[in-house]
């Protein structure tokens, strides 16, 4: 099996698809010619043309405005955002059009959209490419939002993204785009959409994450089994519809939860996962859910180091739920 | 110096006030039964619209004035796509939407195709190529671009127009839609009423001397046309239509239109339509620069008309009308486990979740619930 | 003192504003000429002028664009987006300029804008005049984000928006707007931001709500009354900062909380306020914390009676809260 | 129909390729002093960007050759206010930025006036009023709108520059920055840098002939100028400038340029920059069209050039540049403690107890901290 990285893993499922379903289209800006800021589309162009590998004028709404046309006619688009900080623009297409079509029409007219964009900090990229606005799409139903940690998920559930009918946003983790390598298959596989992954098994403490967060609940879990502290670490990797049976399973076991995101914490997604967590397994809770989490800040340039969540501070909150 | 706006006399007519066609000027050759069409559906579009001004519709199909404007997707095919605005009632009609159609989903009821999902007037017609309406100005536009850019991308020569009034020209994606368009030579046709009349107040949308003269900043031919004469909206849709299905790229059509009334935006009092609901009483004059009046001024004096037709058209119509009002209002309202479907392709589990705890909650009549209040 | 409704109180509020401070500019779609569509700036444009009350074309990035540079250069502009549902176009100037322009430039430029905007159902008014956005903004470091649910509230808490020097999302409660009626003074007085009030009080458990709510959780409270269940009803008043203070002191008291919204369930500003209040006050809680929101459906119109929280159902939420 | 594109041909210039009057125009009377410092500030910005190429600026700096279109900011007063875009350096040199503020912002050091926030190229300077800038493209269009007519609103005669890249004519908020000028008669100037080079690729962002036509669409004045002749930017500058002090309204100036590179947006490999590094080696010829050569030989012509003059000149920048960069990595990074203000005027109960929470982190060589990892 190759080994690839995250982006060399989203460029196979990319052209794994086009090759099986001739209704797929990429569109975004510099992803034809050029290959993509970060090179996830290089080679398509070559391969499928200018009609399926389409560069636009710089304007998300128009990027997600066409896509949704496309799709409402029959295509299967795949808009690229060239950073999910550049997504506003397109937010009202997202949310007020993409999300409700399907609903709005009583099922007449379907979406199948799905919007791939690099999200998160690490690359001091600043304020405008750094940003992990997942919750936001969270919080509109009608989406589902897929957030992989890995080059085999991110081919697998980008594959399943793309053959299913909903329209999906697909945010994936620039800062590892290409330091995170591993086995992915040629060809074609999916990995279910809904279903999050038990990374590592453990009995006292469950850590939850997803996306860049992952690779950091795992070397706290590292430095917690140092330590004597068996954690289970769950990569979500779907964050709705998220797996709550999954959450609930390893609660019941653990009776501990640490929640790790790179977004803002208030309103972030930790908050509905520990508030679904304890609506179902209140009785289970050994001490409070904690959430480790970006602060309530823009997110910054010089002291990014700072603001993202770090194996060291995991740790801490692991302590801390043991030592309630 | 680049300031060589549009003129703003350069407005296509064929008609005269009265419906005869203006001399020297070429009318387009439209079949006697289209012609009957035509005006049957600017017809039975203003009867729905009076009528809901003193029935249970809320006032909520009024768009007065604009009718021949919207006539502009008479020349499409069937197999063309419409991307319409609010308030495009004959857009939906002429395609074969029914009054019944339109009246559920005006009603919401159980029988509205889109399953009462929406607010009044933004209806979803997929087997007419009718697209589903929302409210946020504009957003249409790059829709159909993305859709005419499909088409074409399948091997198709599908057309795809879209609707509006001139406020969405405001918008960025008026903007992003044409610009795209342009880039993309897509097989687009946009048509504008510009009835100078957005929102409650005449809120001044632009500076330009004319909608058309926008189409210069994307390179794409702007025409403008007297939205009230039906044979002249004809003639203009017909020649970008048949640009953008032979590869010649999109259009932008300004209508000028007058308006003397609108689907208000505002369910809480519908401040829009407060000056003018006199308008609106069923009376037999017309009201100034009526399509209506005008078109039937031409099928006169082209032996296409009779007092009888007409009288037969408004009581035939007029019953429709009635008729589905009262069988609209009759039907039941959406299923309670509705409200879940179509959010996605399948429920997932917090929908089916929150499914049964709505299907569990106790309902009037219900003696399980003890504590049930007024609200 | 005079009684006013909600939409008189917004009035009065911007009305003695302006006649204090001459920075101050209302702009908005039909706010002039026509004083808008629910009428809330009707009067101004004859009393301050077209410079100061100003029609604007139709586009929100436009509104809000234009009032961040009134606000750089020296005004206190107060736009109106006239639904809160039409607040998306200008969300990339609301989440990536308004918010961030402070932090941005180390506090060189300040951005003392508050956008007004109408929101919640019970209008029958579908998918796009009915939505509560509140979540999104709440994530949205930089930004305020003040909901009253009374006349007194709403001018209280707008005159002390606008007298202070951080961009404000004001939502008012349009269902409410001319059926909620209360004393209102005349002239000048504020009501303190980020301050909950504790509009009812009571023992057994807290129900949390704001906005159009309000009313719902006190309905509910009065029907636990008459079942002899004493419930203390929390109006948030300001969702950020809210009120942790009032919160904790609450719920240490009862131990038991419900919380109530409209906007769809998920990632919906309740899951914030469970995780904030299971944080730091799990030793207290009887119970798990429970919601009662609008579901995860775009917002309906048919059905929107079956949509909306009733007191009905934060009744059996109380119920359920303290037979757990 | 509405067909008439500005003429392509029709683009303002002053000076030759070698930087000599063109017979029979008019040159700008422009005083001796502000010429030589025009040429300075060029010649320091092109030094900067060499620099940055070999030094540990990250290549953050570099927009090779648009340099000349950015003097639009020298006519300008210093009570006006300028809204760049991103890779406008000409404008905050020339407005007083010193290259010892650049370069801290390109560090983000403890001393950067906006303190180390954002990534390199995202200055802001109150005291020149110049105006913070974002990276996502246009939105500065309709803040520079919304400041000039507050200015206009508070009796001042202040006049509001907006510099924007091709790409960023094809944003909404264009449109709406555009169109709210023109509808308010905003004294505002918008100068759209235009070399074709949108992004790595030369993605296409309009059909329309020119971005100057794009005027029409909003009833606003549009005019093409060589962007790589400084008088003639100069003089159109200048003309828009006093147009919008008159309250004649705003204007849309696009500058050709020739860019050779660009300020990468991709932290991440920089790939926008691959295909041209070599051009970045300091060396001696003028890379094709520079506005420096342009401008050296009218200054020549002029008798304001001399051989010596300019090494003295690049003598003492590259020395400027050498020192402010060899500073700037020697200041320390903000304290961490700075990373929680400002997002608010006062600091949030929230923010307070996060930044608590961080100032209580183990760090290196805190004996705390036991479990201490690599990363
Ligand atoms: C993005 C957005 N903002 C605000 C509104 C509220 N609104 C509804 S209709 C209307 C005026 C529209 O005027 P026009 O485009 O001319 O259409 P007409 O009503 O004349 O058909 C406004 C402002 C909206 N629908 N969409
Ligand atoms: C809204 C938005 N989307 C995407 C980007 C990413 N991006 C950065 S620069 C750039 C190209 C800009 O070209 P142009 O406007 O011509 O400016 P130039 O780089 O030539 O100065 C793109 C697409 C962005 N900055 N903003
Ligand atoms: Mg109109
Ligand atoms: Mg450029």
């Known amino acids: 099996m190759p080994t690839m990285n995250i982006i060399e893993a989203v460029r196979s499922a990319l052209q794994t698809q086009m090759r099986a379903d001739p209704r797929v289209v990429v569109l975004g800006e510099d992803v034809g010619k050029f290959g993509g800021v970060f090179r996830a589309t290089s080679g398509l162009y070559d391969e499928f043309g200018a009609d399926r590998v389409i560069d636009t004028p710089l304007a998300e709404a128009g990027i997600v405005g066409t896509a949704i046309g496309m799709a409402l006619y029959g295509l299967r688009p795949v808009p690229e955002i060239q950073f999910g900080d550049f997504i506003y623009p397109a937010f009202d297409q997202i949310v007020n059009e993409l999300a409700k079509f399907r609903y709005r029409s009583g099922g007449q007219y379907t979406c199948p959209v799905v919007i791939r964009t690099p999200v998160g900090g690490g690359i001091r990229g600043g304020h405008y490419h750094s940003q992990s606005p997942e919750a936001l799409f969270i919080h509109t139903p009608g989406l589902k939002v897929v957030a992989p940690s890995n080059p085999y998920d991110a081919k697998g559930l980008l594959l399943a993204a793309m053959r299913q009918n909903d329209p999906v946003l697909f945010m994936e983790p620039k800062r590892i785009y290409r330091a995170s390598r591993g086995d992915v298959p040629e060809g074609e596989y999916t990995v279910e959409l809904g279903k999050a992954a038990i990374v590592r098994p453990g009995t006292q403490v469950t850590v939850v994450a997803w996306s860049g967060m992952v690779e950091i609940a795992e070397k706290a879990a590292a430095l917690a089994e140092q330590a004597g502290i068996s954690v289970e670490v769950i990569d979500l990797r779907t964050l709705l519809p998220f797996d709550v049976d999954a959450l609930i399973a390893s609660t019941q076991n653990t009776g501990r939860v640490v929640i790790v995101h790179e977004a803002p914490r208030t309103c972030g997604f930790g908050a509905e996962l520990i508030a679904s967590i304890q609506e179902r397994a209140m009785a289970y809770l050994e001490a409070p859910i904690l959430r480790v989490t970006g602060f309530d800040t823009p997110f910054p340039y010089s002291l990014e180091h700072e603001y993202l969540p770090n194996p060291d501070r995991v740790m801490s909150a692991i302590r801390q739920t043991l030592e309630w | ?375």
């Open chain 2, 1 to 375: 110096m680049v300031a060589v706006p549009a003129s703003e006399r350069d407005v296509r007519r064929v008609l005269d006030d009265d419906g005869k066609p203006l001399p020297g000027v070429r009318t387009p050759s439209i079949p006697d039964a289209t012609l009957a069409r035509m005006f049957e559906v600017l017809l039975q579009t203003q009867l729905l619209m009076r009528v809901a001004q003193t029935v249970q519709l809320g006032g909520h199909l009024v768009a007065m004035g604009e009718e021949a404007a919207q006539l502009a997707v008479a020349p499409l095919g069937a197999n063309d796509w419409v991307f319409p605005g609010q308030g495009d009632h004959v857009a939906w009609l002429w395609r074969g939407y029914t009054v019944q159609q339109l009246v559920d989903q005006t009603l919401g009821n159980a029988e509205d195709a889109s399953k009462g999902r929406q607010a009044p007037g933004h209806h979803a017609a997929r087997w007419l190529n009718l697209v589903s309406i929302s409210a946020p100005a504009g957003t249409q536009l790059p829709q159909a671009v993305g859709a005419a850019h499909a088409a074409r991308m399948l091997g198709r020569d599908d057309v795809m127009m879209a609707l509006f009034g001139e406020a969405a020209t405001s918008t960025g994606e008026f903007h992003v839609g044409l610009n795209f368009a342009a880039v993309w030579q897509a097989p687009c046709v946009f048509v504008c009423r510009n009835s100078g009349w957005a929102g409650g107040a005449q809120a001044v949308q632009t500076a330009a001397r004319t909608i058309a003269a926008k189409a210069i900043g994307y390179g794409v031919p702007g025409v403008r046309v007297d939205g009230n004469d039906a044979l002249a909206v004809w003639q203009v849709a017909s020649e970008a239509i048949a640009r953008a299905r032979a590869g010649d790229g999109p259009t932008l059509i300004e209508a000028l239109t007058h308006v003397i009334g609108r689907a208000p935006d505002s369910p809480d009092g519908n401040p829009w339509l407060e000056p003018i609901p006199a308008l609106f009483e069923l009376r037999e004059e017309p009201f100034p620069k009526d399509p209506l009046h005008r078109l039937r001024g031409y099928l006169r004096h082209a032996g296409l008309w009779s007092e009888r037709w007409e009288a037969e058209l408004v009581g035939r119509h007029f019953d429709e009308i009635a008729r589905a009002v009262a069988t609209g209002e009759n039907k039941p309202e959406p299923a309670i486990e509705t409200l879940f479907d179509d959010v996605y392709e399948h429920l997932p589990w917090h929908l089916r979740e929150q499914r049964a705890y709505l299907q569990a909650q106790p309902r009037a009549g219900d003696t399980r619930n003890e504590h049930r209040s007024e609200t």
